[in-house]
């Protein structure tokens, strides 16, 4: 989250729109240490560093340590909604796959692409995490084809909150 980028500049957008509705906002994520963007009313909680993977022409900051999982479920209990954005990535899908009954997930895909082999490989798991997605959304017409290629769900297209300032 202390980096730039697309996912996280929607992240943030969404919790400020959140907050100004009157929801209590939590943000998890890797590398909340270190300056941050002030949001008023939003909590951050620090899930651990982040290791700079390439993918899909770009740098994505992704939090890979185990540890990240626990840190993550102690604070799922106290949640009515989980916004997971990339829902497919490791500490996502263990936390979906784990998450309280009473807790709805939605699942907002960033990733655009004509073929990504970390889907390819992992469709039985992504189809059985998409089963516990309440709601999916994605931030372009080529993010929502790109997971309909591997997964059927119908990600309903939303602007990313990065357009609405």
Do not use: C
């Amino acid at each position: 989250m202390s980096k730039p980028g697309g996912v996280q500049e929607h992240t943030r957008g969404l919790a400020r729109a959140l907050v100004a509705q009157g929801h209590e906002v939590t943000l998890f994520g890797p590398e909340l240490r270190g300056p941050q963007p002030r949001l008023d009313g939003v909590a951050t909680v620090s899930l651990g560093p982040a290791v700079n993977i390439p993918a899909n022409g770009s740098i994505a900051p992704l939090g890979i340590d185990p540890r990240m999982l626990v840190r993550f479920d102690l604070s799922l209990d106290a949640a009515d909604v989980v916004h997971a954005h990339e829902p497919f990535l490791p500490a996502s899908l263990a936390a979906i796959m784990r998450r309280p009954r009473n807790t709805a997930v939605v699942g907002t895909f960033h990733a655009a692409a004509d073929r990504f082999w970390p889907y390819a490989i992992a469709v039985p798991l992504l189809r059985r995490v998409a089963k516990r997605l309440d709601a999916t959304t994605a931030v372009s017409p080529e993010a929502r084809r790109l997971v309909r290629r591997y997964v059927p769900v119908d990600p309903e297209i939303v602007m990313p909150f990065t357009a609405m300032r």
